[in-house]
């Protein structure tokens, strides 16, 4: 399995695993999109809550959210620094994960420091720029074997997101209650019956609004993307069986041109054959006339 190196994503820190690296490297590579794009969400809830919330407890949890996501991230870059041979030009083709471990260590580490500016202005281009890789996450699952991928995130962000409410808006009054708000906001339904009542959870649901819009348009190119894949297959197929019978064809002709040759060199022989019998004879009848001559 190989993955080339695209120019196209150099640039912007994506490149992915260079070409010709180890197997398992791709391997794991795959295995890691799911989860970096759950850590991309989580990176966005970190950052309302260190951010936006008045509430200590709520702050604090911001901060722990962005210790996570600092791990993740880290981790994810030295593993597979560890499972790739290509180690500088991994580093250099997918210098975005590099920066954004930087941006959020510095963030983390001026978060209670005289340079709380500076540390904002880092998480918000850490949040900027962990979006950006789990953009590029979510379009590696606009295949035919992604629409599983795609549901189960939507299945996770709506428990997420019911949680969130029943946290975030006291007029919420159960986690069932929070998960039906999470799931009518998704789906942009409105019903009515429960909205939002807090700033946090105004701004709760204009992300999942956005997630329910994004996760929709995603389940319908994997969709396309099945049935364009059916398609391909059965294309691939009518091809495969026509190249097959042109073989067929091809060997029968060849077979058959085989024993026609066979029975032209045959009769060849046969020919040769009664020819030089025919001059054994001849020659034959001619030494006995000269013999009876000089008798």
Do not use: C
Not at 24 to 52: C, I, K, N, Q
Not at 192 to 203: F, H, K, M
Not at 262 to 275: A, T, V, Y
Request: charged share 20%; net charge positive.
């Amino acid at each position: 399995m190989l993955q080339a190196l695209k120019p196209n994503r150099s640039w912007v820190g994506m490149a992915g695993v260079p070409q010709h690296d180890a197997p398992r490297a791709y391997v794991w590579e795959a295995r890691l999109h799911a989860v970096m794009l759950g850590v991309a969400v989580l990176a966005v809830f970190a950052f309302y809550l260190s951010e936006v919330e008045k509430l200590p407890r709520i702050r604090a949890l911001g901060h722990v959210l962005e210790w996570v996501v600092f791990l993740a991230f880290s981790a994810e870059l030295v593993w597979m620094l560890h499972v790739t041979r290509q180690k500088l030009r991994y580093l250099l083709g997918n210098w975005l994960d590099v920066a954004i471990v930087v941006a959020a260590g510095l963030s983390i580490a001026g978060a209670d420091a005289e340079w709380v500016a500076w540390a904002r202005l880092l998480r918000a281009a850490m949040v900027g720029m962990v979006l950006a890789r789990g953009i590029a996450e979510v379009r590696r699952l606009l295949s035919p074997g992604g629409l599983p991928y795609i549901l189960g995130f939507a299945v996770l962000a709506m428990l997420l997101a019911g949680g969130g409410f029943y946290w975030l808006d006291p007029a919420i009054d159960s986690y069932a209650d929070g998960l039906w708000l999470a799931f009518v906001t998704a789906a942009t339904v409105g019903y009515g019956d429960l909205v939002p009542s807090t700033p946090a959870g105004r701004v709760l649901a204009v992300i999942i609004v956005l997630i329910g819009f994004g996760l929709l348009s995603m389940v319908t190119a994997s969709v396309a993307a099945f049935f364009i894949g059916e398609d391909e297959k059965r294309l691939r197929r009518e091809l495969h069986g026509d190249i097959r019978r042109l073989r067929e064809e091809v060997a029968r002709l060849i077979g058959e041109e085989e024993v026609a040759l066979r029975k032209q060199i045959r009769d060849d022989l046969r020919g040769l054959r009664e020819e030089v019998h025919r001059l054994r004879e001849d020659l034959a009848h001619r030494g006995g006339a000269r013999h009876g001559k000089r008798e």
